[in-house]
């Protein structure tokens, strides 16, 4: 059962990611295009600056499972490696543990988020884009990063702590 969880979320990571990327190839084709229009041509991109900060917000969001799914973060290291193998297991389950209660809270408050923006029907100030689909993704992107999350701290309280999602 877990197994297959496990592969049913990496799916899904793997096909943000790839979202991730074409967000990152609209967000440089649309700044390019942006600039070049702006340099040789006197005209702007209308709505370029709202546009890609609503597609920043998607990039981040969608950026993060992937980073988790292959353990990619950056982590410094300062006392772990001192300790001796049970207490730098006890470390570990309790950095997962307050890693698993932070992202739940910001997961709850992206949510309550998400619900206003879609009620409110909030648009962008220029071109009138509404921001529920990227709050959306947005969502969708941190809830897989803290099913992940969630992941990792069963593997590591079953004492798997080793082994990656993405391998």
Known sequence: M???TENLIRRAVLLLAWFAAATLVAIMAMTFVDVIGRNFFGRSLIGTVETVQLMMGVLVFSGLAITELYRRHIVVETFQGLFPKPLRRI?????????????WLLLN???IKTVDVFSEKEFTMILKLPYWPAAIIMLIGFALFFLL???RLIRELMDQEDQTYGD
């Not at 470390?91 to 992202?103: D, F, P, R, T």
């Open 109 to 111: 408050q992206l949510f």
């Open 2 to 4: 877990l197994k297959t």
């Open 149 to 151: 999350l969630v992941l």
């Open 91 to 103: 470390s570990v389950i309790v950095n997962s543990l307050l890693a698993v209660g932070v992202a």
